[in-house]
């Protein structure tokens, strides 16, 4: 058997090939383990290279021996078959000796007698001597030392041994232990070596370096330390950052929320001296995953005032910043000519004539004019111009735009008398789902689609498309595990949430809901969203997505505030339908542990998934509109103007107040969306929201409120005007931006094509309601299913 063995060892690869294959393989792994995160892959990769350091070629092996016998002979042949070169001694002088002038990398020395090798004063002597540290040194002894207990490995190993290993004849033996001194002791003392030389190119920086881990404890500081902020490297190490050095440890916070999602923090820290001088000093930061997934260090580097140009780069995502500097020109004169304003793009047109009017006298009025206009509290909040006035051929497009962006309640100018709203009529949850067909399999696998037959689906599944499309959408998104629930869980969460969907509303119901979410999946698809998306981002927007209308009652706030609503009452007139659509989901998903998707989630995460997936649905309110667009826009446009800037960009897109930007605009496009559809589902939505608008006209003359859009008659409306003024004043701008930043192309295409369409149908007097649905089923559209307000089901 042994030579059985020794020979495939000999036919075999060598151990160098073999732990080149390891190398490899370690790779492969962590690729796999973070394909989510690139930036933490990139970390793992650097981290196997920078410290595995690849073996000599030829490495150097020292064995002392006072006398050749069988085991002698079949360590050395074992050595040669590893690969070693071999350096063999019978003296202590003569061993010492080759040890100093060559610096071995392994040491192995009999020690079956004390008498004929004074072993103890051999491996003392090696240790003494400098380098030794990185060898590791074995002890050859008697089998019977295993066998007694008086303490006799524990003596070689108080003289610096680092490893004892039974005398043999069998060259397997031997080829095994090498093999397992290579890889755990050679190994990590190659590591040590390298990292010792790493530390020593840290202190040569002329940047301030940190090492510390998860909690900001302090594993390492370069010297600079002792130069810039006269601390000691030994005072530092072992301490906290934030009570030792950082001087505001909210500073440490944000930092810390970027690291712990793996993603690179660029931003200004204040230190603090010994003296107690503060500074302030331009940070880079990136976190290491030395095993798993979760960071477990974290290094920083502090460009010091006094000191030059790092020469350390961190690697950063190439963006287009030619492409988003032309869209942000043209995007802020398209704002600039909106019927709003804000104080902030008041501001950008002031600094705007500053720059290109360095000489004029007006220089200084103007800057004065921008700080005060600075000073006001609420500088994205939008209203509309005192002097604003709609072409008088187009009172749709006024109706519809005020009331889009009113939050008040209009007061009559008689009193009247107060009504209730009926009550939303509660719709049991179905126990099962049923068993999906053939055909609605096929249907979901096109779920990921921009023209995916949305209304097919709502007929397929009996009016309960969020269910089924939910599950489907979740599953290629990993939701149930981001949440750490179960399938079954989630499947009655759905079920539930779409319960609570009024069917009877002909445009607010569940197929809505699942319109906007099958958007924000697409959204969720694209390159530039996965980069800054973990998963449990992803999992909070599709579920804010699902329930962002939950137990919508067809009528919007204006409406519920002119009639004292409950939820008007509750909500004290202010964001009332997104507010409730919050409440209801939070109720219904706590209400029952069966349905309770978050129960697994510790309590941070929790309030980090509330806070995140209420500020999406509370930016779904249309009243906010502008004011988000004008954010989003100044934001990750505001280092447009210069050229190859990808370090700002990224700082940018990695700042987690900016992501909450990204997450709004998200989910603020999809549930507008219906615009930039294929035009046989565009059109099937705009007749059913002009339907739920009449609806509510007609409620509000039989109930004596005030008329919300009056326009909006069944008997005068123009449907293709109101959908052409929606566009020009609501989608345009916000899809351009959008588009902009994610790179869907697709979506200003049927943007601009339906447009178009619209317009040839206003031209050729196709404008009631009555004439789209006779549209509807002529060969000028592919058919839409039909719908009609359906009873709800028991």
Known sequence: MAKNKSSKVEAGTSIDESFSRYVKEAK????????????????QDAKIVSLVAPFKPNLKFLMVFPSTDLTSEALKRAAEKVGFEITQCSSVDSAFDEFQSKH??????????????????LCRAIRSSKGSQHAPIVAIVKKSLFERDDGGILNLLECGFNRCIVESSSVT???????????????PMAQKSTTQALYAALDRCNVLIFITDDSFKVQYANILIEKLLKIRQEDIVGRNLGENVAYDQGQLNILASSLLRGREWMGQITLQKKNQEVVAVECSAVSIACYGRLPTHFVLIFDMPDSTESSIKINRPSVDQRRISDFRKASLNKMMALPLEAPIVKIIGLLDEVRMNLGDSDLVRNINEAEDILKHSELYATQLRENFRVKPEEP???????????????????????RGSTDSTVIRPSKVLRRLSTELDELLDTALHWDFEIFHLEEMTKHRPLQHLGMYLCQQFNVASALSCDEKTLQNWFIIIESHYHSENFYHN???????????????QRERIKIIMEPLDEAMCL?????????HPGKSSAFLANSSSPLAVLYNDLTILENHHCACMFKLTLGDERVNVFRNLDRDTYKIVRNNIVDM?????????????????????????????????FITLSNPENITLIKRMLIKCADVSNPTRPFRLYVEWARRIAEEYFQQTDEEKVKGLPVVMPMFDRNTCSVPKSQIGFIDYIVNDMFEAWNAFIDMPELISYLRQNYIRWKEFDEQGHRTLADIRLLQTSVLLAPILPSKPRSNPR
């Not at 095994?176 to 890889?183: A, F, R, T, W």
């Not at 749709?396 to 107060?418: F, G, W, Y």
């Open 28 to 43: 492969r792994v962590s690729h796999k383990g973070n394909s989510r995160c690139p930036y933490a892959t990139k970390i």
């Open 104 to 121: 071995h990398d392994l040491v192995m020395i009999d020690t079956r007698s004390l008498r004929a090798l004074d072993y103890e004063t």
């Open 173 to 187: 033996n031997y080829i095994n232990e090498i093999v397992q001194l290579k890889i755990s002791d050679m190994k």
């Open 396 to 418: 749709v497009v006024a109706d519809l735009i005020t009331a889009l962006l009113s939050n008040q309640a209009q007061i009559p100018k008689l009193p009247t008398t107060r």
């Open 510 to 524: 569940s197929t809505h809901a699942a319109d906007v979410m099958q958007a924000t999946a697409g959204f969720l």
């Open 543 to 551: 579920l804010a997505a699902a329930a962002h209308d939950v137990d």
């Open 617 to 649: 649905i509370l930016a779904t309110e249309m009243t906010k509109h502008f004011e988000h667009l004008t954010k989003f826009v100044n934001v990750f446009c505001a280092k447009a103007d210069e050229e190859d800037d990808t370090e700002g960009d």
